[in-house]
């Protein structure tokens, strides 16, 4: 593996240099973490039930991360914050930028992220030409990041089609009271030709509150060579795609440049959000792009504008209307040099829901909503004569999904509450027209009705508080995925039982959860007509059992810990005897840190197991029969991070140099759909990288 050392002697020496004042001023440092561990699991969030609840009362597994974790941690993006998140595992194919992430044993290869939803201060960011949740779209530089509420579990009651394994929310609009240094200018250089800018301005005066953020983020990408990602037989197809050096790399074709600016407030009982998005990305393309690459530009704007207020003292209500313009550029060169393709896709849509919360008496909450949204103006035009694709136009009506829902919440007895709720989704008919020219006399033209899906899903929980440091919950939940238009919907349902434990210096969490994924889409083959025809349906069916364990300690005043695993069984109902793939069996994570006065050191750790790519049972063998991997098992793999971090060094002034994976291991992730073409032993992670960022709060 090529090894960087441009900046180790110099960022060593600033380590040694800050550890050793550190030790010197030690001795004065007090109580340094703000709460205590038992405090902190009785601090408020929103995400989960659309309320402020406290954590160890929400029904559901529920992890908090916060500025302060992003700090001393030296997060550097949203992807590198969730690689470290309990249960949480990224799989990088090239196919856009870094974070898709599987959650307890399960990743989708068809699309980025379309089993969970994020959000952006409340906003859904999916993507609806193919609802998925591709993070050139969520660009939101960590600077700009309060909280992460990650929700585990279905949690379709409240969100709708693709939460099925749960809610992540990115705040980035919380601006305390009485508290300085909210505002901040920060400068990052690093590794991979990395540099980034980013600002940040909180202002509170009397009853307007706002954060304004914006950040320019570039990076020249990962540089490997192609032929470490292939085996020998793959190898010798490179000279007919124009490609004669053995030495021929990913640099610069995996290169990234985004911009991101975004208001959000509130003023009395009227919240506004707006966010401007622009990512241009390089890509892999079923196979290595020459030249200047292929590339794809992605300009998201949504604006928001919600109005909360108390009918009475047992009525609240919430209203939001979100608006979303998405456009889509890609265009590069395919196969051999100066053979160009490209694609334009744009849509926009408006979303509205209407939200009451309902308190009839001291043992009852209700939640009633209603949703609807809109999808308009979806188009999609495509050149790719390389691929047969003369030129191609497709269009949809407007899609329209309304829903209506409701949960309730009764208070059995002083320790037991129980939690009851169901949604119902209705995806109207809509229309699609498209025509296809592939260069051939005449045009081939498609249409017809899609959509008239409905869905109903249901949520049961119980929790039992056995004392002011025990809590147990019992949580059901169903959630469903619409991802083709003419198939039904893919069902999750997840049962679980979670366990937790804290006092003032730990908090314990111990999970059992099963997951059954039904009705999932499947390749399959057809026999007729004295051929064989491959077909997609509804048949798949995985199950999944497995146990997770997270603990956070505060080990002294300066030195606290945190580890969690989740262990993970999962087995593919129709074909027992073949391994699931994508689904690492054991995903681990551990945490240091130590803080004295102003200087924060940390180490973190995370290990995944070994891991298979995709069965396809379509492909032909040569003795006739059906069925293969489409590329290499992976090796399971182990990466450090370390981190350092100065506060203060001058009237609000900071600096953070951080190594990521510092033991340069490889790092390997197994190849998918989107480049199961050539690179079947698996695309290559990041080596070791350096990145050093100084800044200023005020």
Not at 400 to 428: C, H, K, P, W
Request: glycine content about 8%; proline content about 3%; charged content about 20%.
């Amino acid at each position: 593996m090529h090894r960087t050392h441009d900046f180790l002697k110099p960022l060593l020496c600033i380590i040694l240099c800050i550890i050793f004042s550190s030790a010197l001023s030690a001795r004065e440092t007090g109580t340094l973490f703000s709460l205590s561990l038992d405090e902190l699991i009785n601090v408020e969030i929103v995400t989960a039930g659309k309320m402020p609840e406290k954590i160890k009362d929400i029904p559901a597994s529920v992890v908090l991360i916060s500025r302060t974790d992003i700090e001393k941690y030296g997060y550097t993006t949203l992807t590198d914050i969730l690689e470290n998140a309990p249960g949480l595992y990224n799989i990088y194919s090239y196919a856009g930028v870094s974070g898709n992430f599987g959650v307890r044993g399960f990743w989708n290869p068809n699309s980025q992220n379309s089993n969970i939803v994020f959000l952006v201060n409340g906003i859904r960011q999916t993507s609806d030409n193919d609802r998925s949740n591709p993070f050139e779209k969520i660009n939101i530089p960590v600077e700009a990041i309060d909280r992460i509420e990650i929700i585990r579990g279905p949690m379709a009651i409240l969100y709708g089609n693709g939460a099925a394994f749960g809610v992540i929310n990115i705040i980035t609009n919380e601006v305390s009271d009485g508290r300085e240094n909210q505002s901040l200018l920060s400068l990052t250089y690093g590794s991979m030709g990395t540099n980034k800018a980013a600002y940040r301005l909180a202002v509170k005066e009397n009853n307007l509150k706002f954060v304004i953020n914006a950040a320019h983020f570039q990076t020249e990408g990962p540089d490997n060579r192609f032929s470490d990602m292939m085996s020998p037989d793959n190898l010798t197809v490179l000279p007919s795609l124009g490609v004669n050096s053995p030495d021929y790399r990913t640099k610069d074709l995996l290169s990234q440049d985004s911009k991101y600016v975004g208001l959000s407030g509130s003023y009395n009982n009227w919240l506004f959000d707006m966010a401007y998005n622009e990512s241009k990305i390089g890509l892999f393309f079923l196979v290595p792009s020459l030249g200047e690459g292929f590339y794809r530009t992605n300009k998201n704007t949504s604006m928001m504008l919600g109005y909360q207020k108390e009918l009475s003292s047992k009525i609240k209500v919430d209203f939001r209307g979100i608006y979303n313009s998405n456009s889509l550029f890609s265009q590069g060169e395919l196969l051999v040099s100066n053979v160009d393709a490209a694609q334009y896709i744009s849509l926009n849509s408006l979303e509205f829901e209407l939200l009451l919360n309902i308190t009839p008496n001291n043992k009852t909450h209700i939640i009633v909503g209603i949703n609807h949204r809109t999808v308009s103006d979806l188009r999609e035009a495509t050149e790719a004569p390389a691929l047969g694709v003369v030129d191609g136009f497709f269009e949809k009506s407007d899609q329209q999904t309304q829903a209506l829902f409701s949960q309730i919440t009764y208070q059995a007895m002083r320790n037991l509450s129980l939690v009851a709720g169901v949604r119902y989704e209705d995806i109207l008919p809509y229309e699609v027209k498209g025509v296809l020219n592939n260069g051939l006399p005449g045009q081939a033209r498609f249409g017809g009705t899609r959509g008239d899906f409905q869905s109903t899903s249901p949520r049961l929980a119980a929790v039992y508080t056995l004392d002011e440091s025990n809590v147990l919950k019992f949580l059901y939940g169903e959630a469903n995925r619409t991802i083709h238009d003419t198939l039904d919907p893919e069902i999750t349902k997840t049962s679980e039982i979670n366990y937790i434990h804290s006092r003032n210096d730990v908090i314990a969490s111990l999970s059992l959860f099963q997951n059954q994924l039904q009705d999932l889409i499947i390749n399959d083959l057809v026999f007729e007509g004295g051929g064989v025809n491959s077909r997609q349906r509804n048949g798949g069916e995985i199950t999944t059992n497995g146990i997770e364990l997270i603990v956070n300690h505060h080990l002294t005043d300066t030195l606290s810990a945190e580890f969690s695993m989740t262990l993970q069984k999962s087995i593919d109902e129709n074909n027992k005897n073949i391994d699931v793939a994508y689904s690492p069996q054991i995903v681990a994570h551990g945490k240091l840190v130590y803080r004295a006065k102003n200087t924060i050191l940390s180490a973190l750790g995370r290990y995944i197991s070994a891991m298979e790519p995709f069965y396809d049972f379509t492909q032909s063998n040569s003795d006739g029969s059906f069925g293969a991997r489409v590329g290499e098992k992976i090796n399971d793999y182990f990466v450090l991070d370390l981190n350092i971090r100065q506060d203060n060094l001058y009237k609000g002034i900071y600096l953070n140099v951080k190594i990521s994976n510092a033991l340069n291991q490889e790092i390997r992730y197994p190849n998918s759909l989107d480049t199961n073409t050539l690179l079947n032993r698996g695309t290559i992670g990041a080596e070791r990288m350096f990145f050093a960022s100084i800044g200023i709060k005020f």
